[in-house]
T-cell receptor
Framework: GENVEQHPSTLSVQEGDSAVIKCTYSDSASNYFPWYKQELGKGPQLIIDIRSNVGEKKDQRIAVTLNKTAKHFSLHITETQPEDSAVYFCAAESKGNTPLVFGKGTRLSVIA | ETGVTQTPRHLVMGMTNKKSLKCEQHLGHNAMYWYKQSAKKPLELMFVYNFKEQTENNSVPSRFSPECPNSSHLFLHLHTLQPEDSALYLC????????????FGPGTRLTVT
């Protein structure tokens, strides 16, 4: 089945700097890769996703890149702000009975 | 908000109690999910319902019992839980089962004493 590894587990950046979170997956048949942001006391919220027919997708300060050959994808946040502080989860589609397999999460702290 | 609501938001129960968690989605989705979120662990999928039919039970102990009366409502009935069951229980929905984005509720923070 699908296995997703996420790094780093914690990340601290200065406000205004960029943050990058990386994930690898094991199943080459996976085609859908969402990213979720979870703020304290809330459920995970979908912030961006990418399908395997594209290599990059952007939405304002957030971008995701996908390298299907290497089986890794990354989340890039530019011009970070304190409100970007949260736990971020990557996930990959699984062809088994579990439709999405999640990484363990990255706790991002943006220091003002 | 995402259109997925969960009640209660917080629950403290003894090991001999029986309680239920409720989830409701207003998105017209056909698939609903229960996840368990514990500290420093990936999200653990517990149950999946597709068109009200349970399609997945990831070896969840029988002290957790799901119920899906219709495609908008999902329950998780709890009885004789253990302290290690304390966690955040998240409900999610998606348009259909498969490679579709999942929308999560705010979760129920469960503490078993």
């Amino acid at each position: 089945g699908e296995n997703v590894e996420q790094h780093p587990s914690t990340l601290s950046v200065q406000e205004g700097d960029s943050a990058v979170i990386k994930c690898t997956y094991s199943d080459s048949a996976s085609n859908y890769f969402p990213w979720y942001k979870q703020e304290l006391g809330k459920g995970p919220q979908l912030i961006i996703d990418i399908r395997s027919n594209v290599g990059e997708k952007k939405d304002q300060r957030i971008a995701v890149t996908l390298n299907k050959t290497a089986k890794h994808f990354s989340l890039h946040i530019t011009e970070t702000q304190p409100e970007d502080s949260a736990v971020y989860f990557c996930a990959a589609e699984s062809k088994g009975n579990t439709p999405l397999v999640f990484g363990k999460g990255t706790r991002l702290s943006v220091i003002a | 908000e995402t259109g997925v609501t969960q009640t209660p938001r917080h629950l403290v129960m003894g090991m001999t109690n029986k309680k239920s968690l409720k989830c409701e989605q207003h998105l017209g989705h056909n698939a609903m999910y229960w996840y368990k979120q514990s500290a420093k662990k990936p999200l653990e999928l517990m149950f999946v319902y597709n068109f009200k039919e349970q399609t997945e039970n990831n070896s969840v102990p029988s002290r957790f019992s799901p119920e899906c009366p219709n495609s908008s409502h999902l329950f998780l009935h709890l009885h004789t839980l253990q302290p290690e069951d304390s966690a955040l229980y998240l409900c999610a929905s998606s348009p259909d089962f498969g490679s579709y984005e999942q929308y999560f509720g705010p979760g129920t923070r469960l503490t078993v004493t």
